[in-house]
């Protein structure tokens, strides 16, 4: 019986193909964050308040507007037919069943209009700048079209990381599978834009068509063909937050792609105050990187988050059980941050506040 969200993990790797469960676990180099992402929660204590009424607890929040049910939601991770043959539908489907945000990401095996045919959902897309913007426009119309409500541009990919189980492995997206968002958009050569390994591997050239030379003026020229609200997905120090809020972001998301890019950056959960502090309120920052139990988010929006989202898990429920693994993951999580709230004395999220958690950063009180 499953009793926490990790406990996918075990179930995952046995059903899946190895180099497919490397895929999905792995992190860059010496995994010294990927580690670090989880320890760093570790050292966040509670200060619990007591004798609080918390016969009633309210999980509800805002994102960009939309009301969602809990301050969790799903990360955007590729290819996911890999993990399921139902792979983002699914994903979706659990997301919507949950009442909570998904951001698909660029290099899905399903389209955006497939992911919203599944129904009614709030949903944002995860964009990767490609070199050649015409096909860029394209897909932001498509995913206009096709109803979803934003779009984080992950600002920390210009080159992949070095994830070396999938270079001993020669990590390839399985000939089956194709990235479904960009059929049919004059790609030209692209077929390749997943999230795996370095250019000098495998069969095939890498990455090809990910924009190297993504910078600030690129941000702009994204508000300048939509008027969906971007995200930055990526930002770990102030200075880049105060440029993201100077460069019209509508959200930021503390996130160093689940370890995969560079090793020894820290933790989310040790940079997300300082970027909490630049943003000074003015746009939402959320975070992502090895949120695993409730505990996990209460310490994330006590130090100022406005939500968390899922990666892994999210894979690996999938890969275990399909649409039911991932609303369990979704309802054990909810579950967890709710009696972590009761146990906390807090009724609301507005309830959570900085003074209850001590980190290892703050002075001996
Ligand atoms: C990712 N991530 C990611 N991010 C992104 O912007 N576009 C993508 O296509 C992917 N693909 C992807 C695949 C896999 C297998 C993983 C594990 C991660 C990063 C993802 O959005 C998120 O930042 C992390 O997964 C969060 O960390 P946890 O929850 O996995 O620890």
Redesign the pocket.
């Known amino acids: 019986m499953i009793t926490n969200v990790t406990e996918f993990e075990a179930i995952a790797k046995e059903k899946l193909p190895k180099m497919v469960y490397d895929?999905?676990?792995?992190?860059a180099e010496d995994e010294w964050t990927?580690k670090e992402?989880?320890n760093a929660f570790s050292r966040i204590l509670f200060r619990p308040r007591i004798l609080v009424d918390v016969s009633k607890i309210d999980l509800t929040t805002t994102v960009l507007g939309y009301k969602i049910s809990m301050p969790i939601m799903i990360?955007?991770?590729?290819?996911l037919k890999m993990a399921h043959p139902e792979g983002e539908l699914a994903t979706a489907r659990a997301a919507s069943a949950a009442s909570t945000i998904m951001?698909l990401?660029?290099?899905?095996t399903c389209s955006v209009d497939e992911v919203a045919s599944t129904g009614p959902g709030i949903r944002f897309f995860?964009?990767?700048m490609l070199k050649d913007r015409n096909v860029v426009a394209r897909l932001v119309k498509r995913v206009e079209r096709a109803g979803f409500k934003a779009i984080?541009l992950?600002v920390?990919?210009p080159f992949l990381g070095r994830r070396e189980v999938d270079i001993k492995n020669r990590f390839t997206l399985p000939p089956h599978l194709t990235f479904k968002n960009f059929e049919g958009l004059d790609l030209g050569k692209l077929d390749k834009i997943?999230?795996s390994g370095p250019v000098s591997y495998g069969p095939k050239q890498f990455d090809p068509d990910i924009e190297r030379s993504l910078n600030w003026k690129d941000v702009k020229w994204l508000q300048t063909i939509t008027s969906l609200p971007i995200l930055l997905?990526?930002v770990l120090t102030a200075e880049d937050a105060r440029l993201a809020v100077e460069a019209g972001a509508a959200g930021i998301?503390v996130?160093?792609?689940?370890?995969?890019q560079l090793d020894y950056v820290p933790a989310?959960i040790s940079a997300l105050e300082e970027v909490v502090k630049a943003a000074q309120g003015r746009v939402p920052v959320f975070l992502?990187?090895?949120?695993?139990r409730g505990t996990d988010v209460f310490k994330a929006m006590a130090l100022g988050a406005s939500g968390v989202?899922?990666?892994?898990?999210?894979?690996f429920s999938l890969a275990a059980d399909g649409e039911a693994g991932v609303r369990k993951v979704l309802e054990m999580l909810h579950d967890e941050f709710e009696l972590t709230m009761a146990l906390s004395g807090c009724r609301s999220l507005k309830e959570i506040t900085r003074d209850h958690v001590v980190t290892d950063w703050d002075r001996p009180r």
Do not use: C, E, W
């Open positions: 895929y999905y676990a792995s992190g990927l992402n989880r990360a955007p991770t590729g290819m951001i990401s660029s290099s899905s995860q964009l990767y984080a992950t920390d990919r997943d999230d997905k990526g998301i996130s160093n792609h689940g370890a995969r989310t992502d990187g090895g949120v695993r989202f899922v990666g892994r898990p999210v894979v």
